[in-house]
């Protein structure tokens, strides 16, 4: 039984209960009256005007709200899920931090924001990105239980490579993740080339240096077909000087990774985005350097509807 609801909800995408239909009317019945199919209510969607982004409004059932976003580029079909209501460590140039933590999110609720986009877009979904609203580490265990949903067989079938998790660097439960043998992608929100300007920007470095997460993350790329990516949200006047880049080079010379390089998607906050000039002459100081590092600008999508990287907060509600 648990294996039939198992592939009704999670491969066939169905959230109701009598389209169950190789399950006897009595067990369908009593779950029922018993369970929810559904954690989530869907209180807007919001198409982009610029690409085929949209971004998904969900309210929760003890009514607190959360954000996902569906990006379709040509063949790829990225989804970025959320892992809490709001978060909690307070990056200064990210708008969900400014709503504080409300509370972790279930499996359930992480699961049914793909079931959702599954349902609603026509185009399969080919990758899975915890870089939604909150510390996808904060939640270890349902982010985890969530993902093995997304990976396994019987429920989304998605390679192990193709799903992400994104943190800030909860050193501890990088450590977790890399003695389980995870074989989901890993990516640290880097941000900054020294440890003074990302004690500023991202309080959670006072905790766990620079040096920790470059370390954890070679210890990462060591293990069999993976590679830590590593992300650096370029601020104007912050962290995207010439300087910037040679150090930020020096740091990742030696290690195995992916360098994602992320043009900042302005707010109503402080900070300012590099002008594109800038941000040319930053990557190619790094492309120039011979380290065993790649390096690629990721271009947010859906910034039109504040569906970018570090917009997500819910204004919409």
Not at 45 to 66: A, G, M, V
Not at 216 to 226: F, P
Not at 241 to 251: F, M, Y
Not at 261 to 281: A, D, H, K, L, S
């Amino acid at each position: 039984r648990g294996k039939q609801l198992y592939e009704w909800m999670y491969r066939h995408g169905i959230v109701s209960f009598e389209k169950m239909t190789n399950i006897s009317k009595t067990f369908r019945d009593y779950i029922k009256e018993n369970c929810i199919i559904c954690t989530l209510h869907v209180e807007k969607i919001i198409p982009s005007n610029i690409d085929e982004s949209i971004k998904i409004l969900f309210r929760t059932h003890d009514e607190n709200f959360i954000e996902t976003v569906s990006m379709i580029d040509g063949d790829r079909h990225t989804v970025c899920i959320s892992s809490q209501v709001g978060c909690g460590l307070d990056c200064k140039f990210c708008e969900t931090g400014r709503m504080g933590l409300k509370r972790n999110l279930s499996a359930g609720e992480i699961v049914d924001q793909l079931l959702f986009v599954k349902n609603y877009q026509t185009q399969l979904i080919t990758n899975v990105v915890f870089m939604g609203m909150g510390e996808p580490f904060h939640n270890y265990e349902n982010v985890i239980n969530a993902s093995n949903i997304f990976h396994s067989p019987f429920g989304f079938n998605l390679a192990a490579s193709r799903i992400t998790i994104s943190t800030v660097g909860i050193l501890p439960q990088i450590k977790k993740f890399i003695n389980e043998k995870h074989k989901y992608k890993l990516a640290i929100s880097l941000n900054a080339s020294n440890d003074l300007v990302r004690s500023k920007i991202m309080p959670i470095n006072k905790k766990w240096k620079i040096e920790d997460l470059i370390m954890v993350g070679k210890e990462y790329s060591k293990l069999k077909k993976r590679q830590v990516m590593f992300e650096y949200v370029l601020l104007k006047d912050i962290n995207d000087s010439e300087d910037d880049a040679h150090q930020l080079a020096n740091l990742l010379k030696d290690v195995s990774c992916k360098l994602n390089i992320i043009p900042y998607n302005e707010t109503e906050g402080c900070f300012q985005r590099t002008e594109e000039e800038n941000i040319m002459r930053f990557s190619k100081i790094l492309h120039n350097y011979r380290g065993k590092f790649r390096v690629l600008i990721r271009w947010s999508k859906g910034q039109d509807i504040n569906a970018g990287c570090g917009q997500l907060a819910v204004q919409n509600a």
